[in-house]
């Protein structure tokens, strides 16, 4: 009786290792990538060209960082920026666009070389940075925003670019609220933002399609 020689896998068909330059965020103990990482594993882009934020995007963090910095008070708070790190437990790394942390929370001897390891009061995202081609990435938002929400973050913002809304969710509260971005929106203490409006004010223009 003849046998088949068993067949030796071909190296194209082995899992391929992702660098963990590319993990953007751990959620439930899973790597979540950054979009586009599928392009740097097969030499189409720069792990740089993925990670990098639009002239857009970095435009609306500087609006929403600024009124931060003009408007709320100093003293109580601290300002973050840039992909500021959040370690809820070790099956969650999570990272912020911008966020507020109030300094009786984030207090000076929490301030190390780790992901900050207390919730912010308010949590502002820019756009999905994640990698959604996983089923059970399809409610990325949902999830993350639930985490932020029941790790004791009190406001989370969600600012989408594409369909030019603005996303608002809040600790307690029975909805989460939904809307066009050209109006006026609450971040802290009596402070608003309008997306918009700033944009129309600076002459941006968009192609809404």
Known sequence: MLTKPRRTPSPTSRPRTVPNALIYEIMDGEPIYYRGYREVLNGKKTI??????????????????LIMVRFLDETRYWFAVGEAGVHIDHRNNLAHDVAVYEKTVLTPDKINKKYADVPARVAVEIDIQADLSKD???????????????????????VFTDSQQVMVAERGADAWLTMDWDRDIELLD???????NYLAREGIRLDES
């Open 136 to 158: 059970r990435d399809g409610q990325y938002v949902t999830r993350k925003t639930r985490k932020l929400l029941d790790f004791g973050t009190q406001k989370v913002v969600w």
């Open 190 to 196: 009596g402070r608003f933002f309008n997306v918009g």
């Open 48 to 65: 740089e060209e993925i990670m990098g934020a639009s002239s857009l995007q970095w435009v609306i963090v500087i609006y929403i960082h």
